[in-house]
């Protein structure tokens, strides 16, 4: 038997405007970051400045959204130097991470940007490269014109707490678990 469709819409009598949401996109499936660029080109369509912060990616990635998205009028960071797995220096990587995140930190203080996007910053957390607790209470004490969107797998307990919204990505099935590369157009 079908499924009968809503009738009814939310109260939105109870609904209360904010002036900036924080959203975790985590999980092992894939669309975290490209759930993160969606919201960024919609941010760049409302007239909003937009900051991408690639924590683990590096510039040679040469991403599509980047492209895209630096045409729009985006700001955009890779402060990483690639999967870890493909460097010789992890005390280098956990640098570049650091640096990264101290130039996130002070454009959230700042409000230099309506949104900030901080790819894959869970890993640097999740591996002590960056202290989470300074990363929440950044996103928890932010102006409150500044709505930051967190992606990256394992997601800390204490970044799930600070935020409003919370999307957990399930892997059903994926081309990497089958030795596919990424795919550019796809992945890139």
Request: charged share 20%.
């Given at each position: 038997?079908?499924a009968?469709?809503?009738r009814?819409?939310?109260?939105t009598?109870?609904?209360?405007?904010v002036?900036?949401?924080?959203?975790v996109?985590t999980?092992?499936?894939?669309?975290?970051?490209?759930?993160?660029?969606?919201?960024?080109?919609?941010?760049?369509?409302?007239?909003?400045?937009v900051?991408?912060?690639?924590?683990?990616?590096?510039?040679?990635?040469?991403?599509?959204?980047?492209?895209?998205?630096?045409?729009?009028?985006a700001?955009?960071?890779?402060?990483?130097?690639g999967?870890?797995?493909?460097?010789?220096?992890?005390?280098?990587?956990?640098?570049?991470?650091?640096?990264a995140?101290?130039?996130?930190?002070?454009d959230?203080?700042?409000?230099t940007?309506?949104?900030?996007?901080?790819?894959?910053v869970?890993?640097?957390?999740?591996?002590?490269?960056?202290?989470?607790?300074?990363?929440?209470?950044?996103?928890a004490d932010?102006?409150?014109s500044?709505?930051?969107?967190?992606?990256g797998?394992?997601?800390?307990a204490?970044?799930?707490?600070?935020?409003?919204?919370?999307?957990?990505?399930?892997?059903?099935k994926?081309?990497?678990d089958?030795?596919i590369?990424?795919?550019?157009g796809?992945?890139?």
């Amino acid at each position: 038997m079908a499924a009968e469709p809503p009738r009814e819409g939310p109260a939105t009598d109870e609904q209360r405007h904010v002036p900036s949401l924080v959203l975790v996109h985590t999980g092992d499936g894939k669309g975290k970051t490209s759930a993160a660029m969606g919201i960024a080109v919609r941010a760049l369509a409302r007239g909003w400045t937009v900051l991408v912060v690639q924590f683990l990616k590096s510039g040679d990635w040469r991403a599509g959204e980047q492209a895209v998205l630096g045409g729009l009028g985006a700001t955009w960071w890779t402060g990483g130097d690639g999967f870890t797995w493909d460097t010789d220096d992890l005390e280098r990587s956990a640098e570049l991470a650091a640096a990264a995140w101290a130039g996130a930190r002070d454009d959230i203080a700042a409000a230099t940007h309506d949104l900030v996007i901080l790819d894959e910053v869970t890993y640097p957390m999740t591996w002590g490269w960056i202290d989470t607790a300074e990363v929440v209470a950044a996103i928890a004490d932010r102006p409150a014109s500044v709505s930051v969107i967190a992606t990256g797998r394992d997601a800390p307990a204490a970044l799930i707490d600070v935020a409003d919204t919370v999307t957990e990505m399930t892997n059903v099935k994926h081309a990497f678990d089958a030795g596919i590369a990424a795919k550019r157009g796809i992945d890139l």
